[in-house]
């Protein structure tokens, strides 16, 4: 089942800038349950499991409009996908092929999600509102997203040699390239899915090296990751944006 439409922001600009913190975030506090709190990149997906859970039941009895749980569950699925991407140099797979392996399951999976949509519209089911439905399957897809991007942001630091810093720049040019090449469809009246999760997993490619980056630097872990944390929070409290419209519909395609 979807979150309540009065609880997922409508999308905008804040709402890809968040994303963005909530990347470098995520990529912090998955390295912080890693590390710094030891409980290795498996022991701890449990607990985000459940954090998420708790995060979804509360937020069906809550009928008050509320973006926290939207964002709360973003930072928790961005934390597990760190880990689960890590986990495939625990195993030493090779980062080309699982790079593959996650692009082609996360492909799969968002076209499935589209011909069931279209279906149901030819069958004469009404629109979705907003973006996606935040169902099952669009948290699978975020997850799948995260930790695709893990691995490709990791990739380009390590495997490439780039180190964090310039493979930051890299990966944030092919977004910046890519963000403007599908602006169209990206806004709240119109959206390509397809545009969307490539967007999302360049976000998270970027948001990786750019959390690496932070953490590997004078900061350390602890502190880059409660910098990362304070703006991310900072923008979703300071930025005013006038609220979703409910009976606003977007096309999906």
């Known amino acids: 089942m979807a979150m309540q439409l009065k609880h997922v922001p409508s999308i905008s600009l804040k709402y890809w800038c968040a994303l963005m913190c909530a990347s470098i975030f995520g990529a912090n506090t998955g390295d912080f349950f890693a590390g710094v709190l030891g409980l290795g990149h498996l022991a701890g997906?449990?607990?985000?499991?459940a954090l998420f859970v708790v995060t979804i039941l509360v937020e069906k009895r809550d009928r008050n409009q509320?973006?926290?749980?939207?964002?709360?569950?973003?930072?928790v699925i961005r934390t597990a996908a760190t880990n689960i991407g890590?986990?495939?140099?625990?195993?030493?797979?090779?980062?080309?092929?699982?790079?593959?392996?996650?692009?082609?399951?996360?492909i799969s999976t968002i076209s499935i999600w589209r011909a069931v949509y279209l279906n149901r519209l030819k069958a004469g089911g009404k629109p979705s509102s907003g973006i996606i439905e935040t169902n099952p399957v669009y948290w699978f897809s975020m997850l799948t997203a995260g930790a695709?991007?893990?691995?490709?942001g990791d990739y380009f630091s390590f495997g490439l040699g780039f180190r964090?810093?310039?493979?930051?720049?890299?990966?944030?040019?092919?977004?910046?390239?890519?963000?403007?090449?599908c602006k169209g469809s990206l806004g709240r009246e119109k959206i390509s899915i397809y545009a969307y999760w490539l967007t999302v997993v360049l976000i998270r490619s970027a948001g990786t090296s750019a959390g690496d980056f932070l953490a590997h630097g004078p900061l350390g872990l602890p502190l880059?990751?409660?910098?990362?944390?304070?703006?991310?929070?900072g923008l979703l409290v300071l930025w005013k944006e006038q609220s979703r419209n409910p009976d606003a519909r977007s096309t999906q395609n």
């Open 148 to 152: 695709l991007g893990t691995v490709i």
């Open 224 to 233: 880059s990751t409660l910098a990362s944390g304070l703006v991310f929070v």
């Open 45 to 49: 997906l449990p607990i985000l499991a």
């Open 66 to 75: 509320n973006f926290f749980y939207f964002w709360f569950a973003i930072v």
């Open 164 to 181: 964090p810093l310039k493979a930051t720049i890299v990966l944030g040019g092919l977004l910046a390239l890519t963000a403007l090449s």
């Open 86 to 106: 890590d986990i495939s140099h625990d195993l030493k797979l090779k980062a080309p092929w699982v790079i593959a392996a996650l692009a082609v399951l996360l």
